[in-house]
C-alpha cells in the first residue's frame, strides 16, 4: 500500500437502503418505552429516519381494537422496517415477513433475525442463512442481523442482503463494542452499508461504532431504558453525528511516547 493510498481519507458516501439517500444514521427500535407517547417523542428527537417494528410484538393494524403503533410512527414520515424479533428459526422468521408485507400494503423491506436462544438472544447463523436466502428469492429486501464474523457477513451480501447489521454486543446487553477489529474488518470488505445492531449503552458507544467506519447504527434499548430516554436520544443523535465526522476527517496517529503539542522550533528559553 502506498503512502499516499494510507493518508487518503475516507469518501463521504450517503447512506442509501433500498435506493432511498437517509440524512441520518440512527436507526431506532420502538420497544421498551413506557407508553406510545413517549415512544414518538424519543424517536422525533433521535431525528431517526428509519423505525424498525417487531412484528411478533407490537401492533400495526393486526390487533384492531388496539393501539397501533403507526399512529406515532407514520409511514408517511418513516420508513418502517419491520423485524423478526422473537424468532428462532428460520419458518417463522419467513412466516413474519410475509405477515408484515401484508399489513404494510406490500412493503418488501425487513430487517430479518433469528435468534439461537433466549438467554444470550445470539444469532442463529444457520437459520439466519436459510431465512435470508428464502427471503430474498421471495423478492424481500432484506436487512440481517448477524454475528461479527467476516466471513459469514460477506457470505449474506454475497447473497443478496441489502445491508449487515453485525452485533456490537448482546441484544440489551449495553456492552458496547466488543470486537472492534472483527466489525472494522466486515466494514473494510462490504460494499452494502453496514450498521451495528445491538449492544450500545451509551452514547459514546454509538461514536466508536461511527469512528470503525459504520454506516449507521441500530438502538432500542439503550434509549427505550435510559432514564431520561428524550435526552438520550438526543445525545445518541449527536453522538452519530460526532462519531460520523471524527471517522472521515481522519484520526491523528498513535505514537508510543509523549509529542508535545506546541511546536518547539523558536523557542526563547
Given amino acids: ?16 437502503i433500498d435506493g432511498k439517500v437517509y440524512s441520518s444514521r440512527l436507526l431506532v427500535g420502538t420497544g421498551k418505552y413506557r407508553d406510545l407517547t413517549e415512544t414518538g417523542h424519543a424517536i422525533e428527537t433521535s431525528c431517526a429516519e428509519i423505525v424498525t417494528v417487531a412484528v411478533r410484538r407490537s401492533n400495526i393494524g393486526q390487533n384492531p381494537d388496539e393501539p397501533n403503533l403507526l399512529d406515532v410512527i407514520s409511514p408517511d414520515r418513516y420508513t418502517i422496517l419491520p423485524n423478526t424479533a422473537g424468532c428462532y428459526s428460520a419458518k417463522e422468521a419467513v412466516r413474519t415477513c410475509k405477515l408484515a408485507r401484508e399489513l404494510l400494503d406490500g412493503h418488501n423491506l425487513v430487517k430479518l433475525e433469528v435468534l439461537g436462544d433466549e438467554k444470550t438472544l445470539y444469532p442463529n447463523m444457520t437459520e439466519t442463512l436459510i431465512a435470508a436466502e428464502e427471503l430474498i428469492k421471495d423478492g424481500f429486501k432484506v436487512m440481517v442481523y448477524c454475528t461479527d464474523d467476516p466471513l459469514l457477513a460477506k457470505r449474506l451480501e454475497e447473497m443478496g442482503c441489502i445491508a ?11 456492552l458496547g463494542i466488543q470486537n472492534r477489529y472483527n466489525i472494522r474488518l ?3 470488505n462490504a460494499k452494502v452499508p453496514v450498521l451495528v445492531d445491538a449492544g450500545v449503552g451509551t452514547a ?9 467506519g459504520c454506516d449507521g447504527v441500530l438502538m432500542n434499548t439503550a434509549i427505550a431504558l435510559a432514564q431520561d430516554p428524550i435526552r438520550m436520544a438526543r445525545a445518541m443523535r449527536l453522538a452519530i453525528e460526532a462519531g460520523r465526522d471524527s471517522y472521515l476527517a481522519g484520526r491523528m496517529p498513535k505514537k508510543l511516547y509523549a509529542s508535545a503539542s506546541s511546536p518547539l522550533d523558536g523557542m526563547f528559553f
Fill in 186 to 188: 466486515i466494514v473494510e
Fill in 164 to 174: 449487515i447489521m453485525p452485533l456490537g454486543a448482546p441484544i440489551g446487553s449495553g
Fill in 1 to 16: 500500500m502506498s503512502e499516499e493510498s494510507k493518508n487518503r481519507l475516507p469518501e463521504d458516501k450517503p447512506l442509501v
Fill in 204 to 212: 459514546s458507544d454509538a461514536t466508536i461504532a461511527m469512528e470503525l
